[in-house]
């Protein structure tokens, strides 16, 4: 089971090249962080290549997908992070849906998303790149279009390429639907990257009412062998959490 600090949340007291040394000196082999247009992309080059260190996944260009109006400036954006995905060895991009709008019908604004996933499939398999399609509970994101996991499955069948898969959130999906497990087993083959913080409160696993031995112990019976984000602010010590984290992994069967 691999696991990918993500060092938006975690370390955050240090700077960029000295969080990626602690998470190289925890064990981990990867790490993720969330938008590239504000980091030094020459310096995560450098410093990740020096450690070792995979990336596995990053957001795309911010722009929205239900808005057909923006559908140039999201498809210019993508191939902007394409480029830096290449610089930086990493073969997955995350990408968010756009807020709903008012104006607009849903089923338009559905298949727009539609649309627009169709239209980047081809760019990504001439890459050979993965985007994923986070939904996110509308709880701490109001407004969000996608939320419901049963819906973006079906994006994801609509949209049929392989180069376009669900980010399983289980900290969204806990506050959206719950329901975890039986999601998980049944759309696996749909999901290219998982996120895990516990709620409430998106800290570490253990903290809240998530029973992460069972979900993680679920996933690793799916054969599942891709990334799974973390993505949470620790309430203890970072470190402390981390190797908490791993204890537990390790201990699966």
Known sequence: MRLSPCIEMLFREESIPARLQLVKELGFSGFEFWGWEDKDVDELIQVSTELGLSVTAFCTVSASLVDAKQRDAYIEGLKRSIDVARRLGCRQLITQTGTELNTVPRDDQLLSLIDGLN????????????????????????????????????????????????????YH????????????????????HF??????????????????????QAIKDTGYDGWIGLEYRPKQDTKVALENLLNLVNSLR
């Open 119 to 170: 239209a980047c499939a081809p760019i990504l398999e001439t890459n050979k790149m993965i985007l994923l399609v986070e939904p996110l509970n509308v709880v701490d994101h109001r407004g969000y279009f996608l939320s419901r996991s049963v819906e973006a499955f079906d994006i994801i069948r609509a949209v049929n390429s392989p180069h376009v898969r669900i980010l399983y959130d289980v």
């Open 173 to 192: 999906q806990q506050i959206t639907e719950g329901n975890l497990i039986p999601t998980i087993r049944q759309n696996i083959d749909l999901i290219g």
């Open 195 to 216: 996120h895990i913080a516990d709620h409430p409160g998106r800290h570490e696993p253990g903290t809240g009412e998530i029973n992460y031995r069972s979900v993680l």
